[in-house]
Each structure stands twice: as C-alpha cells, then as structure tokens.
C-alpha cells in the first residue's frame, strides 16, 4: 500500500540523491518535464540560486544519514522558467544500503502571494504512512465513510486515538449534512474533484477549517479514499478579514468625501435595484437656494461647512434603512424613499425642508431668506416610464419651486 501511496499520493513526493532517483506523477506535472528528462537534472538545477548551497549542503549530509529530517522554502523553476513557492519536507531513508533523501512538496504559491501571512501547518511529510506528520486518513466511501485507518498526525490533531478513529465515520468530524458528506466521498471516489474544503470538528469540540486533498488507491481489495488535510483555520481567517476589509473598502467608494453621505455612484446603484423591486419608489430632488451667492459671500471654507450641516440635517430626518439620502452634485442632493404614498412623501420633503431651515445657518446674500434655505422636487414612480424618467420629472418639479421663489415643496404633478 506505501508504493501506491506515494504513486497516488495528490502531492509532488520524490527520492533522490543529487539527481532525482524517483518522482510521482504529481511533481512531473509541478516542473512540466517529461519523465525521461526529470532524472538527468540535478537536484539543486530546480531551485533558485539563494538555496542552492543549502540544498547541496543537506544533500550532502543525508547521505551520511546526519540530516533525519529538514524543512525548506524555496522557489522551484519549471521547464517553462516560470516560478512555484514550494514548501518541501525532507528526511533520510534506507534505500538498498544508502541513505537517501525522502521529500514531499506542498505548492504554497497561492499562500505567498496572500502576504505570506498565512502559516502552513501540520504539513511534515515522511516517507510513509504512519511515520508522516502531514494529518492523513485512508476512509472507505462504500462504508458511509468509515475511516479504515489514520496517523499519529491525526490522532493528535483530532484529540482522538489512532483506534478511537478507526472506530469512527467521517461524519462524526465532518460537521456537513451527511447527505452532502456522501456526495462529496463520491466525487473523491470517481475521482470529479481532488480538493474539499470542510470544517472538522476535534474531540475538544473546536471546529477547524481544513482543505483536504483527496485521491483513490487500492487497498484491502477495494478503492479506499487516500486523503491528505491541511489545517487552513488561519488563511480563512485571513481570507474572511479581506472579505470585510473589502467590504469596508465598497462602503468608502460609495460615500462622499466631505459630507460623508452616499455620493452618486451610490445613488445611481441604489435607485436601480429600488426601481427594480420596489412599485412605491419616490425621488426628492434637493438644492440649496442661491448657494453660489453663499460661496461669494462666505468663501468655500465656509461653504463646504455649510454643505455637511445641510447634509447631516437630511440624513437625520430621514431614518427609514430603506431610503437613501446622496449628495447628487455641488449643491444639489437626491433622496429616495421606498414604499410611500405621495402625501406620505410631500410630507418627508416637507420635513427637510423646515429641518434645514432651522438650522439658520446665516445666508446674507439670499433674497429669499436671511438664513440658508432648500427647494425640493418630488416625483412619485406612478408618475414616470424609466429611471431617466424619474430623475427629468423630479428636476422639473425642482425647477418649478426654484421659479416659484424657492424654499419649497412642489410635486411633479402640480407642474403638469
């Protein structure tokens, strides 16, 4: 079963001395050599040059069996010269009475380029079974996947004993339904995918995200699922960090620089998925009367201030978490509501209104008014074929309040 292990086996595992004595199938495709060139190279000719000499010295010394057993990253150079980061465990057999050197290769290509900050663990590989460190389980898939066997690696990461094991199904490690258990043991069996993510379950009761490398052998008369885990708790943790940091990331994109509300890109992704499923969607178009006299006046220190007071009085009078208030452009804001009546949304746009009125912020300059005031048009989605329709109708109500004498409410529909 040890020859067809390490044929089978779903990770790169080769003998060798200052050439490769042996390699399996899985490191002949790693390096794109063909077979019968692999065994020609020497050993350190794969390895980036700052390893070399290190290399060449462990050679060296595990011939003379003074090197059981060593861990190396390095860059590995395939026939194409394009560059894997290869974790490789290495230890000394006795093979025809001379030592030689066992190593297994873990690709951590995909962990390097996330920062290097995710540390492979419990991936010691041995040259067989129960001597490797790497966690590895022999399950039967006809046996609602009985484990048949497992080494001391794995008795020690799942806090049970190699018998307590045998003992067991991989459903009391597995937390998945088994319904989805049994489908994935069938995709490993007919060899549809070689690599799982799960999360297993310790005898302590601490769930950990694994990957698991599977791939079929024979053995005690029948197709036994040969599989490797590696313990990825931490890369999920990372992976799920970037996630949220992402998400954070999209937030910020989606707000503006110097009010801090949603800024039209924001309001142009929010008021498509809102008229898509919404049938009571309204649009209050908002500006802020004469603020360019404002700016003359004040300055536009002053005029940014007073477009963040305007902004947070907006937002403040608008709690509902399914309407959005944005910042539409200079001095102009959108406000959209979902689910209102039309007197319901008269009466919102009334409320800003009144609410940026009270803020009396001083506006000298203004013929309107000797405080800072806002005209608002109100479109109703009753009243609109498109999107583009919405937004024309809403800035022509706004029009309307403006030619009115400003610092009013006027709904589409009074314009017609």
């Known amino acids: 079963m040890k020859s067809t292990i390490f044929q089978s086996a779903p990770v790169p595992m080769l003998l060798y001395k200052e050439k490769i004595l042996y390699a399996n199938p899985a490191f002949i495709e790693l390096t794109g050599y063909p077979e019968n060139e692999i065994y020609k190279i020497d050993?350190?000719?794969?390895?980036?040059?700052?390893?070399?000499?290190?290399?060449?010295?462990?050679?060296?010394?595990?011939?003379?069996?003074?090197?059981?057993?060593?861990e190396y990253q390095f860059k590995l150079y395939t026939k194409s010269k394009d560059t894997r980061w290869i974790h490789?465990?290495?230890?000394?057999?006795?093979?025809?009475?001379?030592?030689?050197?066992?190593?297994?290769?873990?690709?951590?290509?995909?962990?390097?380029?996330?920062?290097?900050?995710?540390?492979?663990?419990?991936?010691?590989?041995?040259?067989?079974?129960?001597?490797?460190?790497?966690?590895?389980?022999?399950?039967?898939?006809?046996?609602?996947?009985?484990?048949?066997?497992?080494?001391?690696?794995?008795?020690?990461?799942?806090?049970?004993?190699?018998?307590?094991?045998?003992?067991?199904?991989?459903?009391?490690?597995?937390?998945?339904?088994?319904?989805?258990i049994t489908h994935s043991l069938q995709e490993a069996k007919e060899n549809q995918k070689k690599e799982f993510r799960f999360k297993h379950r310790l005898a302590n009761g601490e769930i950990r995200d694994v990957q698991v490398y599977s791939s079929t052998i024979l053995g005690m008369d029948k197709k036994l699922l040969f599989s490797i885990i590696h313990d990825i708790t931490d890369q999920v943790i990372y992976e799920n960090e970037l996630v949220h940091l992402n998400k954070k990331l999209k937030k910020i994109s989606?707000?503006?620089?110097?009010?801090?509300?949603?800024?039209?890109?924001?309001?142009?992704?929010?008021?498509?998925?809102?008229?898509?499923?919404?049938?009571?969607?309204?649009?209050?178009?908002?500006?802020?009367?004469?603020?360019?006299?404002?700016?003359?006046?004040?300055?536009?220190?002053?005029?940014?201030?007073?477009?963040?007071?305007?902004?947070?009085?907006?937002?403040?009078?608008?709690?509902?978490?399914?309407?959005?208030?944005?910042?539409?452009?200079?001095?102009?804001?959108?406000?959209?509501?979902?689910?209102?009546?039309?007197?319901?949304?008269?009466?919102?746009?009334?409320?800003?209104?009144?609410?940026?009125?009270?803020?009396?912020?001083?506006?000298?300059?203004?013929?309107?008014s000797e405080f800072v005031t806002i005209s608002l048009g109100v479109c109703h989605a009753e009243s609109a074929d498109s999107i583009e329709d919405l937004i024309v109708k809403a800035d022509q109500a706004l029009y309307l309040a403006k030619n009115r004498g400003r610092n009013q409410v006027v709904m589409y529909e009074e314009t017609g």
């Open 88 to 180: 490789l465990v290495a230890t000394t057999i006795l093979l025809n009475n001379e030592y030689i050197g066992f190593a297994t290769c873990f690709d951590i290509t995909e962990q390097k380029h996330l920062q290097d900050q995710l540390k492979l663990k419990d991936l010691l590989w041995t040259n067989i079974f129960n001597q490797h460190s790497a966690i590895m389980l022999l399950v039967d898939p006809e046996a609602e996947g009985t484990i048949v066997d497992a080494n001391p690696a794995a008795s020690q990461f799942y806090g049970y004993s190699i018998d307590q094991l045998k003992q067991m199904k991989i459903s009391e490690i597995n937390v998945l339904p088994i319904s989805q």
């Open 43 to 70: 050993l350190w000719d794969f390895i980036e040059e700052e390893s070399r000499e290190i290399i060449q010295e462990a050679i060296k010394n595990r011939a003379l069996n003074q090197m059981p057993k060593a």
């Open 254 to 368: 989606s707000l503006d620089g110097l009010t801090g509300i949603y800024n039209r890109r924001a309001f142009d992704q929010f008021i498509l998925h809102s008229w898509q499923g919404c049938k009571q969607l309204s649009l209050i178009m908002v500006d802020i009367d004469q603020f360019k006299k404002y700016n003359d006046t004040y300055g536009h220190l002053q005029g940014d201030e007073c477009l963040k007071q305007v902004a947070e009085a907006l937002v403040s009078s608008v709690q509902r978490s399914a309407d959005l208030v944005a910042r539409y452009g200079g001095e102009e804001f959108a406000v959209i509501l979902q689910n209102s009546s039309k007197a319901g949304v008269l009466h919102v746009a009334e409320k800003l209104r009144d609410q940026v009125e009270s803020l009396r912020i001083p506006h000298s300059a203004s013929d309107v």
